[in-house]
Nanobody, 126 residues
Framework: QVQLVESGGGLVQAGGSLRLSCAAS????????MGWFRQAPGKEREFVAS????????DYTDSVKGRFTISRDNAKNTVYLQMNSLKPEDTAVYYC???????????????????WGQGTQVTVSS
């Protein structure tokens, strides 16, 4: 069992930065690939970034490449999403999630993630 709690969201002007954190409880965190997803009003939940269990590989959706960085600290049971050069279209509720299969590859598919946080709102004003 893994419980996830996101924090760090807020209101920021376009071009600004935010750092999201996702604190995890449970013994399996260090073996789980982690993902960040987002959902804007009226839209489906979409993949943002993922990181494998040891941080050795990351993946990003094209729209955030070069602007967002995912990282993790297994000693602190925490995964991060550093978001720079934010745009109004980044406005959404951001969720972190733990992949179901141990030592997974960090899928882009939400259905492959078993545990989800409650989400944190990110609003970027123009």
């Amino acid at each position: 069992q893994v419980q996830l709690v996101e924090s760090g969201g807020g209101l920021v002007q376009a071009g600004g930065s935010l750092r999201l954190s996702c604190a995890a409880s449970g013994r399996t965190f260090s073996r789980s690939a982690m993902g960040w997803f987002r959902q804007a009003p009226g839209k489906e939940r979409e993949f943002v970034a993922s990181i494998v269990w040891d941080g050795g590989s990351t993946d990003y959706t094209d729209s955030v490449k070069g602007r967002f960085t995912i990282s993790r600290d297994n000693a602190k049971n925490t995964v991060y999403l550093q978001m720079n050069s934010l745009k109004p279209e980044d406005t959404a509720v951001y969720y972190c999630a733990a992949e179901r299969v141990p030592y997974g590859l960090g899928s882009k598919t939400p259905a492959l993630y078993e545990y989800w946080g409650q989400g944190t709102q990110v609003t970027v004003s123009s």
